[in-house]
């Protein structure tokens, strides 16, 4: 059967009208009627409600759920207003719900506040309103006022409110919330418990998420994963792996997101092994690598030492978006290799994807850490002027972390003082950090006393001001620091290192005698120091932060924590292949000397991963050249 435009219906249904007019002229008239029926499709088109009053309200609630916009919905309310449907409590639920749903949350607020009775699917409506509108105020102000009216809070609102106290990270008011999902008996509820564990995750009490996360009779996907995540994001990667394994082993099957946490964990746990594993796993499942998993990956594989199986996977992606490139740019940054950085932003450019603020901070970060001083300040030059990319304190602590790093800080300083952008402890840590590394003990007590200003329950900030005033043997100043790290109750960070041997991951801190191998260890590092030291190996006693005698230092810098897990390694892996350990520190000076003269003397490449970078030993050279 033929079909009929609009026009050609008009006229047909007019033939009688327009059958004596030349060709012209209907030519035109059709011209006229198209226009208006474009026109109408711009204009919002009112409802079409039945005449007649006293109509059953399932028919209303019919007309709420076909309103495409807020004009109808208002049309809609009118009708509901004039058939005196709003004493309806099932209709009122339904059009504050629809209101919602459209974003018109003003309105919805309105309506809320006028209706005469309310029950609990009233308030959820409400409260869940707010969440969604990121209005975190009123979605608290209307669920206290709900606690109030005596109103019993169902496994709808309370998900609600817990997602927003996981949002801002208000723990204080999470642990109210669970106040009174306990008094309400929604203890046990499915949906509750699960936003309560995630909740607390986000918070960072992952031992009370675990406890409610052990306690629940079900336990489904979603779940799981906001328990591997937020082991993940706590720190504790390894625990997030073995929750892995056991969620596989009560017979729940991943989906893309839960191997998303998965490929994150491992990417903070920087085990190639487990990274290996996790990658074959996907391949088994036939996930496919779209840009989200894909690019995790590539972060994966970049911060567990590789960042040639990081550039495969980039390469093998079908799809990119600015973050997949910005994380490769990044990849290269931290293993020092900042010219093949560099070389992906034309190619970028040339697939037709333009550069953001996160990709600057990739090109910036591979240029400090590379010493590309002048190809940084040419791309911090043109983000702006060519890019419409504006510099925000990001990209500001990249050039101080650039010029600091090259030994012109009193070009940092400048840029410091001259920024217009609010200064944040990143930014002050990157100064201070470079007065460290040149011993500029002055601007570093400057530095400091703006960082301690920002965070003064930070104990690494002390620790960096306390080791410049030993570097440079001012101990009575190192030990004003350490005497006010003890009354504010603040603890340095344990140094610790940990490498993965056969599937299972070692730990090592300073001094470590805890391990099966001890004997083993300590055995080989004497006489593997006693080569080093015929070879040209002279321990720097400066790296020793203490006011002790010399031959006490020279033995306290034999006990690191990175020599120790690097001597393990030795022995517990096979001759020729590479060793990779992670310290959660940076990297000492004096450890950094001796793994150059262990991998020339053992021929073993060494990849260590610190808390600024990566170094790839190889041969008595580091890929950083010295300069991290």
Partial sequence: MLKLTKTQTFLAANHERFRLLPLSQLAAIADTQETSLKSQTHTQKPLELHPSLHIDPKYFVSVLLNCKNIFQIKQAHAQIVANGLLTNLFVSNKLLYIYVQHKAIDEAHAFFGGMREKDPVSWSVMVGGFAKDGDFVNCFRTFKELTRCSVQPDNYTLPFVLRVCRDRMDLLMGSLVHGVVLKSGLCWDHFVCAALVDMYAKCRVIDDARKLFDDMHKKDLVTWTVMIDGYAECGNAKESLVLFDWMREEGIVPDKITMVTVVNACSKLGAMHKARFVHDYICSMKFSLNVILGTAMIDMYAKCGSVDFAREI???????????????????????????????????????????????????????HAGLVDEGFELFNIMWDKYGVKPDVKHCTCIVDLLGRAGRLDEALKLIENMTVEKDEGLWSAFLAACRIHKHVELAEWAAKSLLELQPQNPSHYVLLSNIYANAGMWEDMAKVRNLMTKRNLKKI?????????????????????????????????SLIEKLELAGYVPDANFVLHDVDEEVKVGMLYTHSEKLAITFGLIATPEGTPIRITKNLRVCGDCHTFIKFVSAITKRSIIVRDSNRFHHFNEGACSCGDYW
């Fill in 494 to 526: 344990p140094g610790w290192t940990w490498i993965e041997v056969d599937n299972k991951i070692h730990q090592f801190s300073v001094g470590d005698k805890s391990h099966p191998l001890s004997k083993e260890i300590y055995g080989l590092l004497k």
């Fill in 314 to 368: 980039f390469d093998g992606m079908r799809e990119k978006n600015v973050i997949s490139w910005s994380v490769m740019i990044a990849a290269y940054g931290y293993h020092g290799q900042g010219k093949k950085a560099l070389d992906l932003f034309p190619m970028m450019l040339n697939c037709g994807i333009m550069p953001n603020r996160i990709t600057f901070v990739s090109l910036l970060y591979a240029c400090s």
